[in-house]
């Protein structure tokens, strides 16, 4: 079944979804910036019309000077009646009362003339600022016309001509409570308007970072769960092949760790010292490990309160008089590191004739008090005596699989001809094994696990890995110095069960390698997710045909 070539992949899909998203945001921004430079606007002549209002009761003269211009002036083409003007001024001045001003103002006023002169120049200088800003506002929202949310339209100012500065006459001192007020308001209506459009410019480059760093992050994401479902494999500079995709460029290990006795020295060593620094054993010929009496949860160690201390600085941390270990932190946390480096220098001090690396040390403790953090947690899980026992039959089946996957690679690896089937079994990984649901608890004189198939695996890949199987039996029976049978216990008999196995997929296969009806029950997503290969058979020698067909 062909995928569909109109299908968009799902990072176009998020690209298209996070810029609709980054669209919208930018609109209510943009409507937002308007609706506040509206409400800013109609403060300002809210304030102006107050300050006029209370110029016209202290300073009748000086108000009829601030009075914005009728329609006529502000229009010069539209054309008036000059007698009809003179008659209703002349109108006016006759019905205007006559008032003596009073000489104690006079005085004040004269007094105080500096005062509002400083203060009008403080007010155009604001309302400079204030346009300023409006129109640095309207350019950083696309300097589109928006409509705020009471329903009013609102023109922007054109950004290369400013408007006109408004001028003000010199006021009495009788309002300069008024115009401290209105500049206070209107320094923090700007600090206002600079905070929203500082947060809008953050906003969008959080939103540009996000787009840029998708494809990374799903890169990064389908590479640490390739690398948990793989095995790490070897560089074949034999095969020559011309795939760029090969899946001989990944870096395959034949043969899992094994201990040498030196090693097994060397682990035993640093178990007793580990005991003797946190004062748990004292005999070196019994093992720390066979304390069986005392779980590990038990064992000492600090208390949250004094790892708190120690990393805020209030408290020296471990020492080789006290030491301990906590195991409630990861081995990497920064009492386990002044931890380790304790315990490193007194190891090579005390078991300076051997010569021993330090970051072989290091290394193998750092490997110790991981697997010390793992029991610690599960004997911190307070498990009933049934529930334990599943955790080790558990335990015992992911052991139990991955041995059977490293025993067909090693089946596989000795065989010439069987080169290839080795690849394809290691980049299967241990995670492309089928697993079994029994622990060996029959009343047969041997052991026999029901398997469970999988679905997503093709039949003739099965039967692959089951020919191995078949080839590893067969040298256990006569692969001795003598023809005979060959030391240890025989191989498991493995039935296959009725119960199909639930583990999800491995991903970045190739084609051929999938079930045909698994594919074609997968969506078009399922599909991209899996990062599916070209098809490419498998190539085996003619002699081992009888064992995988």
């Known amino acids: 079944m062909d995928e569909p070539a109109a299908f968009p992949s799902p990072d176009d899909l998020l690209r298209r979804l996070l810029r609709d998203r980054g669209e919208r945001i930018r609109q209510t921004a943009a409507s937002r910036l308007y609706s506040f430079r509206a409400k800013l606007q109609e403060h300002r002549h809210g304030l102006q019309f107050n300050t006029i209002h209370t110029e016209s009761q202290t300073n009748p003269a000086s108000a009829r000077q601030n009075e914005p211009r009728s329609e006529d002036e502000n229009h010069p083409n539209t054309y008036s009646n000059p007698a009809a003007r003179q008659d209703e001024y002349r109108s ?45 506002m309207e350019d950083e929202a696309g300097g589109r016309s928006a409509v705020s949310e009471h329903g009013h339209s609102i023109s922007s100012f054109p950004a290369a001509q400013p408007p006109p500065l408004r001028t003000r006459g010199e006021r009495p001192a009788e309002a300069g409570r008024v115009s401290t007020d209105s500049l206070y308001l209107h320094r923090l209506l700007s600090q206002m308007a600079q905070a929203q459009q500082k947060s809008f410019e953050r906003m969008m480059e959080t939103q540009d970072k996000t787009v840029d760093a998708l494809g990374t992050l799903k890169d990064a994401f389908l590479q640490q769960n390739a690398r948990k479902r793989r095995p790490d494999t070897f560089r074949d500079d ?10 001989s460029s990944a870096n395959l290990k034949m043969k899992p760790t094994r201990h040498k006795a030196q090693q097994l020295l060397l682990l035993n060593r640093i178990r007793w010292f580990l005991a003797s620094l946190e004062r748990r054993n004292s005999d070196q010929s019994n093992s720390p490990d066979d304390e069986a009496t005392r779980s590990i949860s038990q064992f000492p160690r600090p208390s949250n309160r004094l790892i708190r201390r120690f990393e805020e600085g209030r408290h020296m941390g471990p020492t080789s008089e006290n030491f301990s270990i906590a195991y409630q932190q990861p081995p990497n946390a920064l009492w386990n590191q002044r931890a380790r480096s304790i315990f490193v220098s007194k190891f090579i001090e005390h078991f ?9 040390i290091a290394k193998r403790i750092y490997v110790h008090l991981r697997g010390r953090r793992t029991a610690f947690r599960k004997a911190k899980r307070n498990l009933t005596e049934g529930q334990a026992a599943l955790e080790r039959a558990k335990d015992r089946r992911r052991a139990r699989r991955l041995d059977l996957f490293w025993r067909r690679v090693r089946s596989a690896s000795k065989t010439p001809g069987l080169h290839e089937v080795a690849k394809a079994v290691a980049t299967l990984g241990s995670a492309g094994m089928s697993s079994d649901e029994s622990d060996g608890d029959n009343a047969e004189g041997f052991e026999v696990f029901k398997i469970h198939p999988r679905l997503d695996r093709a039949a003739w890949l099965t039967r692959i890995l089951r020919g191995l199987d078949k080839l590893h039996f067969n040298r256990r029976q006569t692969g001795s110095h003598f023809g005979g049978k060959t030391q240890g216990r025989l191989p498991h008999v493995r039935r296959i069960s009725n119960i199909y196995s639930r583990a999800p997929p491995v991903p970045g296969l190739r084609q051929n390698w999938y079930d045909v009806y698994f594919l074609g029950r997968l969506s078009p997503v399922e599909r991209e997710e899996l990062r599916i290969k070209e098809p490419r058979e498998i190539l085996i020698a003619p002699e081992y045909e009888r064992y995988f067909f």
């Open 352 to 360: 300076a004739s051997f010569g021993y690396s330090t970051s072989i």
């Open 92 to 136: 006016e001045d006759e019905n205007r009362p006559i008032t003596y001003p009073d000489p104690s103002a006079r005085q004040n006023e004269h007094r105080s003339a500096d005062g509002p002169r400083a203060h009008a120049s403080q007010e155009e200088q604001l309302s400079i600022q204030d346009d300023r800003m409006d129109v640095d």
């Open 238 to 247: 034999d095969l020559n092949s011309t795939d760029s995709d090969s899946d």
